[in-house]
């Protein structure tokens, strides 16, 4: 079940993604992130979350950060840029706080996915660097039509993805807003996170041990002959 105490909260930008650009010790390309994209995502996010709580009462917000260390810092934007949003950060438990949530705003990435298989209604922001943007964009060297991993499962693609100067925390509010306000759009997405779980699911314990019992059949018949 749903955490009564954190249904009606919205999870902003969650895990080491989030944040380990700008914070982490380690080398920041490993994570597919820039301390520039990294603290742009943290104000963008904080932006939208001031904007969302001006729209909606009752909101709060929470953000899971894997390591002590990052809760200082975070909460210390928060006040600067959302001062007056009901907003916890936690520590770890990301996957209890996104299945809390009525939505979730997030950066491109494997959490996506793990968003998906929670079932809840989420909204992707992603802000590259120019040159990567201009690689992928407009060089072309992108060659699917998303980069969320939900959008590339589903078929039609369900989730919006705010790219590079289309993620302004204007339109992410109006985003989530809607997924908060229009039963209809939250229905669609879930629905078709649905589907997608069917598919990934497709009997693979029953499959993997077909195709074992055929290799061992096989064997023992290579043997006798």
């Known amino acids: 079940e749903r955490p009564e105490a954190m249904t009606r909260g919205l999870v902003l930008g969650c895990l080491l993604l989030f944040l380990a650009g700008w914070l982490a010790p380690v080398p920041v390309q490993a994570l597919g992130s820039t301390r520039a994209a990294a603290l742009w995502r943290t104000e963008a996010f904080a932006r939208t979350a001031a904007l969302l709580d001006a729209r909606h009462s009752g909101l709060r917000f929470v953000t ?115 997924l908060l306000e229009d039963p209809g759009a939250r229905s669609a997405q879930l629905a078709a996170f649905a589907d997608a779980r069917r598919v990934l699911r497709c009997n693979a314990a029953q499959q993997a041990a077909a195709a074992i019992a055929e290799h061992i059949e096989a064997s023992a018949t290579t043997r006798s002959a």
């Open 64 to 178: 899971p950060v894997a390591r002590p260390e990052q809760d200082a810092p975070l909460r210390a934007l928060i006040a600067r840029h959302a001062p007056g949003c009901d907003w916890s950060v936690v520590s770890g438990r990301s996957r209890l706080a996104m299945s809390a949530a009525d939505a979730v705003l997030l950066a491109s990435g494997t959490a996506t996915l793990e968003c998906l298989l929670l079932d809840r209604p989420m909204v992707v922001a992603y802000r590259a660097s120019w040159l990567t943007a201009w690689l992928m964009l407009d060089l072309g060297l992108l060659k699917t039509p998303h980069v969320s991993l939900p959008n590339l499962l589903c078929q039609p693609a369900c989730v919006p993805e705010l790219l590079q100067a289309r993620a302004t925390p204007e339109a992410l509010a109006a985003e989530l807003s809607r």
